[in-house]
């Protein structure tokens, strides 16, 4: 009985914390079309905040990150997630997730997936870890919308702005 009740009160706990990071919008502007623009070289790109569908994209299908951008023609090309830092932790124990370092990130970052094609870059900075990925190309599913290079720039624009 009180495995079950230290259980609940400890995920209690820690879904307290997330909803909080989540639901608090604190960095739903830190980022908009232009600086992505700016940091990918592509144009024509819409932001589209959490849980909000855009017309052709089932909501909470390929939106799943805290911010979204889209192309004009409402295929994803890029989310960005916010967590608390010890998700970050958990989640470089695992090797699958974990393909190389990047330098002058956040307080410590890596590209990932551990294999081919690279998708995401995932740096912890202060109490936050941030996931910044790209989609796969629709027209070519060995390939990623934006190549890590792009992703990475992106990353180091939200980093430079988290306070």
């Known amino acids: 009985m009180k495995k079950w009740l230290v259980l609940a009160v400890c995920l209690g706990l820690v879904l ?6 989540l639901s608090s919008g604190q960095f739903d502007n830190i980022l908009n079309s232009t600086d992505v623009e700016k940091a990918t070289g592509l144009s ?3 932001f589209v905040p959490r849980q909000q569908a855009v017309a052709g994209v089932t909501q909470n299908k390929l939106l799943t990150g805290d911010i979204n951008f889209v192309r004009s023609d409402n295929q994803p090309v890029l989310e960005i ?3 608390p830092s010890f998700a970050f932790d958990e989640f470089k124990g695992d090797t699958g997730f974990i393909k190389s370092p990047v330098k002058g990130l956040g307080d410590e970052a890596y590209t990932g997936p551990s294999f081919d094609p690279q998708t995401q870059v995932n740096f912890k900075k202060g109490a936050y870890y941030v996931s910044v990925s790209t989609h796969i190309d629709p027209k070519d599913r060995t390939k990623p919308v934006l190549k890590i ?5 992106v990353a180091k624009v939200v980093a430079e702005r988290m306070k």
């Open 44 to 46: 024509g790109l819409k």
């Open 81 to 83: 997630q916010f967590r």
């Open 149 to 153: 290079d792009q992703v990475i720039a």
């Open 16 to 21: 307290g914390f997330n909803s909080l990071v």
